[in-house]
């Protein structure tokens, strides 16, 4: 009798062990097509955001500088208030300020935004001191090279450092395309050198740059490099002016002079892949082997109240505070062009170039109430419907100073006085 049982057990066994095998078939194939099914019907926004996201998390270039502070990332943190210790300077007092980020001159009244200090998890950033930097670059010459927000910068850097010298000691020289400022008793200049796609373009008047159509002249970095090649500190960017919807990069294969052009057109994304790529090459075979190289990330903008919570047609009008959300990030920062920075350093590193990535993009997601929004100069008049609406011409794109842009020199000072 127990040997009958025995062979009904394994008889029994042997039935069930098909079934189990095709239950779980069955099960693996619903969610393989239940899985698809949420993918397709999710909004492209929405996957994209996705992809978005897992680019902004993959990082292939270290950030932490090889100095006292190795070991630390400077780009990851939080923003703390802190009245006592900012602002750094006085946005009224600094002599060389610029209107279009002179967001206390034109009528903010609100200066929380100035008060607010980087904060890295697990290290803490230099204290700036002007002196010390100012010393470092005796002798030396520091430029910006970049567009409007490269510039915003650099008149950050300059605020920063200029109520420490005397009137007659520092000047400020004004030279088409390049800004340059004095500290005459280090021997030192901080510069500007507008250059809004690297490479040689229609944009390139400082003054009169806004086209209908963009045109990037191939292979033409020269024009620009020969401004600011003997430079010992370079601090590069370009973003802002490959972001306009809509629009096509036309290349330009010979001259502007030439009668009949040779133009092929891209997209945007493409021609600022061009640009990295005579970027990259051309230092990597003309520049200064003791220059210090940077290159700051994609400065983010704030133009979609809906991103925090307000109402969809609110932008950062009349913001005051920062975002705590850990992590947020607009869905108008393109963190693929990012990534292409980061490879495109990656490169250039492993062929013994050295040059440093300026991460300034999740730190200044948070930032929402930092821009001018309508507190500041405007170069057209502006019309009684835009008036009557602010948010229409807000501009939530550059940062008021002092502000944002200070958080970003101190993590540079941090690079070069370590």
């Not at 002196?131 to 005796?138: D, E, S």
């Amino acid at each position: 009798m127990d040997d009958m049982a025995k062979k009904s057990n394994h008889a029994a066994a042997a039935h069930l062990v098909p079934f189990l095998l095709s239950l779980i078939l069955v099960l693996v194939i619903a969610i393989s097509l239940s899985y698809d099914k949420v993918n397709r019907i999710l909004p492209i926004s929405t996957l994209e955001h996705q992809e978005q996201e897992a680019m902004r998390n993959d990082t292939t270039v270290s950030d932490a500088p090889s100095t006292e502070l190795e070991g630390c990332d400077l780009f990851t943190g939080r923003w703390v208030f802190d009245e006592e210790r900012r602002p750094l300077y006085s946005g009224l007092q600094c002599e060389y300020m610029h209107d279009e980020v002179a967001c206390e001159k034109y009528g903010r009244r609100n200066l929380k935004h100035q008060q607010w200090r980087w904060q890295p998890n697990g290290c803490n950033i230099p204290t700036f001191d002007a002196r010390k930097l100012l010393t470092r670059l005796t002798g030396k010459r520091m430029v910006f090279v970049g567009d409007s927000l490269n510039r915003n910068q650099w008149v950050s850097m300059v605020c920063m450092v200029e109520s420490f010298i005397s009137s007659e000691s520092k000047s400020m020289i004004y030279n088409g395309s390049l800004m340059s400022f004095r500290a005459k008793d280090f021997n030192a200049s901080i510069d500007f050198y507008w250059s809004p796609l690297l490479v040689e373009s229609n944009c390139d008047d400082p003054v009169h740059h806004r086209k209908t159509n963009r045109i990037m002249r191939a292979n033409s970095i020269e024009t620009h490099a020969r401004r600011w090649a003997d430079a010992d500190i370079l601090v590069f960017n370009s973003y802002l002016w490959w972001k306009k919807p809509g629009m096509k990069m036309k290349v330009l294969h010979g001259s502007f002079e030439d009668e009949i052009k040779n133009v092929e057109e891209l997209e945007m994304v493409e021609g600022f892949e061009l640009a990295l790529k005579e970027w990259s090459s051309w230092l990597e075979l003309n520049h200064n082997p003791n220059a210090e190289l940077f290159f700051v990330s994609l400065s983010p903008t704030h133009v979609w109240g809906d991103e925090w919570g307000a109402a969809s047609n609110q932008n950062c009008y009349n913001e005051t505070e920062p975002i705590h959300r850990e992590g947020y990030a607009s869905r108008g920062s393109d963190y693929k062009m990012l990534h292409m920075v980061e490879n495109t350093i990656t490169k250039m590193r492993r062929k013994g170039l050295s040059v440093q990535l300026l991460n300034i993009t999740q730190l200044s997601e948070y930032r929402k109430d930092g821009h001018p929004s309508v507190y500041r100069r405007y170069w057209v008049n502006l019309t009684q419907e835009q008036l009557a609406n602010p948010t229409s011409y807000s501009d939530c794109t550059h940062w008021c100073v002092p502000g944002v842009p200070d958080a970003w020199n101190e993590l540079l000072y941090s690079y070069i006085v370590l």
